[in-house]
């Protein structure tokens, strides 16, 4: 079986259902974390491959596209977790780009192949993303603006690598008795 035959199906599954419980505004960024070498069963950092984010790349594309979103893939430690986005998406958000071009060795394969199948891709250091998708316990909350919120699908693993989704919310303060107008 191939790349494409084991876990396209499952992340296609995993995006119809985080479809089905977040309603995206256009334009919104999505962070992207993703272990290849987790999918395959290995230590993150290990053992990963570019046919492993080939796989994973065009449902994630297919899916921005769809709901008109923007992704930024994280990149590994050896980058400081910086993200691959499209230069246009960082000039909107007014994300300054960074020197550095990912590779599979310092970047990560997903963010490397990502990088390289963009229209325009930069990297930046940061983004406050509006949700995400953690494939193989890679850390991404420090890219998700507060409040996070959990979002549970059947679907825990993506190969062997725990999947992680999240969206976010404005935040709550005061309650019931709280004053927002003097009167």
């Known amino acids: 079986m191939d790349a494409h035959t084991m876990w396209q199906p499952q992340l296609e599954q995993l995006l119809s259902e ?48 769809k709901h008109e979103i923007h992704l930024a893939f994280q990149g590994c430690e050896h980058i400081n977790r910086a993200l691959t986005m499209e230069r246009q998406t960082a000039h ?16 990560g394969s997903m963010s490397a192949y990502a990088y390289t199948h963009f229209n325009d891709p930069v990297v930046v250091e940061q983004v406050k993303a509006h949700g995400g998708i953690d494939i193989g316990q890679t850390l991404i909350g420090m890219h998700i603006k507060p409040v996070a919120v959990p979002i549970r699908t059947s679907v825990k693993q993506i190969g062997e690598a725990v999947v992680t989704l999240a969206t976010t919310r404005p935040k709550l303060i005061g309650g019931e008795r709280a004053v927002y107008k003097i009167k």
Request: charged share 10%.
């Open 18 to 65: 985080f479809a089905t419980q977040v309603t995206f505004t256009p334009g919104q960024i999505i962070v992207i974390g993703c272990s290849t070498s987790e999918i395959v069963g290995k230590r993150i950092g290990s053992a990963g491959g570019l046919e492993v984010a080939e796989s994973l790349f065009e449902p994630l594309q297919a899916f921005a596209s």
């Open 92 to 107: 909107t958000y007014g994300i300054e780009p960074v020197n550095v071009i990912p590779v599979q060795k310092a970047g």
